[in-house]
């Protein structure tokens, strides 16, 4: 990959939670235009990732460059620009219960551009309607809705702003294989038609799939493998093998107490 | 006897270090209210909410408590044949002290842990980190109008208390202790100073913005879950209570030692 290509670009991303580490010198880039797939077993720090790059968690070392300026360590309200640029769907969906479904889309749009109410609303709906959502959704509270209306919800209001760089946080994880099919559809055709850059973290490879350029194996803290999608069954590195085989013997060790 | 100065010296540490956050937190929420962009549908909602709604409550405690003081004034008083200051000792009690001390202790029951349990679930549920990444600060979206509502109702709903006070007094006065209605309402406002009212108005202020900031506090940095929520909206009402009291001897002290 060419050096001034990297929409995100990150060295040496290191995490601890006390004596635990998490992250331990991280590299990872991510094209412009491009879609990448980070796999991963439970509680490898996939989400503790998300968050460092998203400036929600502090790493205790390493660099973050999003569009080649270094975002680690920016004052607030120049970060917020920075995530102007970013839409994030949660892996909890962390829509705001307080306000209805048209206003949990439209959030941005009427917060941050101060769209007015009307014209915002439009837009939600507009948006709601391309993750195949009726404008009577629109009107209801997110406790309402289904765990998949939710996700779908929560993906209209990551890319309602139009962003140049989605991350997506387990979005299938939880629905049944067909709305997970659902969802990856959606993300493809929305990434398409937004020409984003996008960073997703799954464990469901189906998915990975579907809707990765390039997929990126995280293990104890660092990328230990990542290339085109379609080598992943040729990997031949005996780590992403005995993930994508789903085996309990192997290199990796499943912490188990008995 | 070493084991006890250490858990001594902790407690004071562990106190020093949460009275240093909660300032920090205090001085951030303040210093937000100087800069724009505001939320005005926020602050609105907050308003409704902590005024309007809290009426009923403080109405009801007010009018037992100026029933309750001519009662009691009124058989301590007959002791030494001092009847007539039955109506001074209710109005100058209801301005100075319990319009302000019941209704902030009441408020922190309703509002205080209503913010404690709304923050604390949007921590837990990843919505405030979803605020971030739609680049809304989440302390001037959430704090700052949950202070500025505080501050600004109670004084209003300890307006109401008094005046309905006053008149549970005035009931009770006149129809089951033989007063004569103009002589009590004389009486009521001829000893009635401006700086009565001015200091309970003051205090209001204080427990108002004591209620929010607390609320908000201890949801903000609430975790673990709905148990860690319940334990906020438990300290939130705790120690905004204990706060009211204790800062109301401290503003007493300030209008009237001599
Ligand atoms: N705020 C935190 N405080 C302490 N430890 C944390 C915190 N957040 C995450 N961790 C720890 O970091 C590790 C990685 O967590 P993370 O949520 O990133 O896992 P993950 O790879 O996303 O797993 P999953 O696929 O199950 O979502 C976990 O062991 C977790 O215990
Ligand atoms: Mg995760």
Same mark, same amino acid.
């Given at each position: 990959?060419?050096?001034?290509?990297?929409?995100?670009?990150?060295?040496?991303?290191?995490?601890?939670?006390?004596?635990?580490?998490?992250?331990?010198?991280?590299?990872?880039?991510?094209?412009?235009?491009?879609?990448?797939?980070?796999?991963?077993?439970?509680?490898?720090?996939?989400?503790?990732?998300?968050?460092?790059?998203?400036?929600?968690?502090?790493?205790?070392?390493?660099?973050?460059?999003?569009?080649?300026?270094?975002?680690?360590?920016?004052?607030?309200?120049?970060?917020?620009?920075?995530?102007?640029?970013?839409?994030?769907?949660?892996?909890?969906?962390?829509?705001?219960?307080?306000?209805?479904?048209?206003?949990?889309?439209?959030?941005?749009?009427?917060?941050?551009?101060?769209?007015?109410?009307?014209?915002?609303?439009?837009?939600?709906?507009?948006?709601?309607?391309?993750?195949?959502?009726?404008?009577?959704?629109?009107?209801?509270?997110?406790?309402?809705?289904?765990?998949?209306?939710?996700?779908?919800?929560?993906?209209?209001?990551?890319?309602?702003?139009?962003?140049?760089?989605?991350?997506?946080?387990?979005?299938?994880?939880?629905?049944?294989?067909?709305?997970?099919?659902?969802?990856?559809?959606?993300?493809?055709?929305?990434?398409?038609?937004?020409?984003?850059?996008?960073?997703?973290?799954?464990?469901?490879?189906?998915?990975?799939?579907?809707?990765?350029?390039r997929?990126?194996?995280?293990?104890?803290?660092?990328?230990?493998?990542?290339?085109?999608?379609?080598?992943?069954?040729?990997?031949?590195?005996?780590?992403?093998?005995?993930?994508?085989?789903?085996?309990?013997?192997?290199?990796?060790?499943?912490?188990?107490r008995r | 006897?070493q084991?006890?100065?250490?858990?001594?010296?902790?407690?004071?540490?562990?106190?020093?270090?949460?009275?240093?956050?909660?300032?920090?937190? =205090?001085?951030?929420?303040?210093?937000?209210? =100087?800069?724009?962009?505001?939320?005005?549908?926020?602050?609105?909602?907050?308003?409704?909410?902590?005024?309007?709604?809290?009426?009923?409550?403080?109405?009801?405690?007010?009018?037992?408590?100026?029933?309750?003081?001519?009662?009691?004034?009124?058989?301590?008083?007959?002791?030494?044949?001092?009847?007539?200051?039955?109506?001074? &000792?209710v &109005?100058?009690?209801?301005t100075?002290?319990l319009?302000?001390?019941?209704?902030?202790?009441?408020?922190?029951?309703?509002?205080?842990?209503?913010?404690a349990?709304?923050?604390?679930?949007?921590?837990?549920?990843?919505?405030?980190?979803?605020? &971030?990444?739609?680049?809304?600060?989440?302390?001037?979206?959430?704090?700052?109008?949950?202070?500025?509502?505080?501050?600004?109702?109670?004084?209003?709903?300890? &307006?109401?208390?008094?005046?309905?006070g006053?008149?549970?007094?005035?009931?009770?006065?006149?129809?089951?202790?033989?007063?004569?209605?103009?002589?009590?309402?004389?009486?009521?406002?001829?000893?009635?100073?401006?700086?009565?009212?001015?200091?309970?108005?003051?205090?209001?202020?204080?427990?108002?913005?004591?209620?929010?900031?607390?609320?908000?506090?201890?949801?903000?940095?609430?975790?673990?879950?709905?148990?860690?929520?319940?334990?906020?909206?438990?300290?939130?009402?705790?120690?905004?209570?204990?706060?009211i009291?204790?800062?109301?001897?401290?503003?007493?002290?300030?209008?009237?030692?001599?």
């Open positions: 990959m060419r050096e001034g290509a990297a929409k995100i670009r990150v060295r040496g991303l290191s995490k601890s939670f006390g004596p635990k580490v998490v992250l331990a010198g991280l590299d990872l880039d991510v094209a412009v235009g491009e879609s990448v797939v980070v796999i991963g077993g439970s509680g490898t720090g996939k989400s503790v990732m998300l968050k460092c790059i998203l400036g929600l968690l502090e790493p205790e070392a390493g660099s973050v460059q999003i569009d080649g300026e270094e975002v680690l360590g920016l004052p607030a309200a120049e970060r917020e620009r920075v995530n102007r640029k970013i839409g994030m769907l949660f892996q909890g969906s962390a829509l705001f219960d307080s306000l209805k479904v048209w206003e949990n889309v439209a959030f941005s749009l009427l917060q941050v551009s101060r769209m007015d109410r009307s014209a915002g609303k439009a837009r939600a709906l507009d948006t709601l309607a391309r993750v195949g959502l009726g404008p009577e959704v629109g009107e209801l509270w997110p406790a309402e809705l289904s765990g998949g209306m939710q996700k779908r919800v929560a993906l209209a209001r990551a890319i309602a702003s139009d962003p140049e760089i989605i991350f997506f946080d387990e979005p299938t994880t939880g629905l049944d294989p067909i709305m997970a099919d659902v969802i990856n559809e959606m993300i493809v055709k929305s990434v398409r038609t937004l020409g984003a850059t996008t960073l997703s973290i799954t464990h469901d490879l189906a998915s990975a799939r579907k809707i990765a350029d997929i990126a194996m995280l293990h104890q803290g660092r990328i230990i493998w990542s290339g085109p999608a379609r080598e992943i069954d040729r990997s031949d590195n005996p780590y992403v093998d005995q993930f994508i085989h789903g085996r309990a013997e192997g290199p990796i060790k499943m912490e188990v | 006897m084991w006890f100065l250490a858990s001594i010296g902790r407690t004071f540490l562990t106190f020093i270090a949460a009275t240093g956050r909660l300032s920090l937190f =205090a001085a951030l929420g303040v210093s937000h209210c =100087a800069r724009p962009p505001y939320y005005p549908r926020q602050i609105l909602r907050q308003m409704v909410d902590i005024g309007y709604f809290s009426l009923p409550v403080v109405g009801l405690t007010a009018i037992f408590t100026g029933m309750v003081l001519a009662l009691q004034s009124y058989t301590g008083f007959a002791r030494f044949q001092a009847q007539g200051a039955v109506a001074t &000792v &109005v100058l009690s209801m100075r002290e319009g302000p001390v019941l209704a902030g202790l009441m408020v922190a029951g309703r509002i205080g842990a209503s913010m349990a709304e923050i604390g679930t949007m921590r837990v549920t990843d919505q405030i980190d979803a605020l &971030v990444t739609l680049s809304t600060n989440p302390f001037k979206y959430l704090v700052t109008p949950r202070l500025l509502a505080g501050t600004l109702m109670l004084p209003l709903l300890v &307006v109401v208390a008094d005046i309905i006053v008149f549970g007094g005035y009931v009770v006065g006149v129809y089951k202790l033989g007063f004569n209605p103009a002589v009590y309402l004389d009486n009521t406002f001829e000893h009635l100073e401006r700086i009565d009212v001015i200091s309970g108005l003051t205090k209001a202020a204080v427990f108002g913005f004591l209620v929010s900031l607390l609320g908000c506090y201890h949801g903000y940095y609430s975790r673990g879950g709905a148990q860690g929520v319940g334990t906020a909206t438990t300290n939130a009402v705790v120690s905004a209570s204990i706060l009291l204790s800062f109301n001897y401290v503003i007493t002290e300030l209008f009237f030692a001599k």
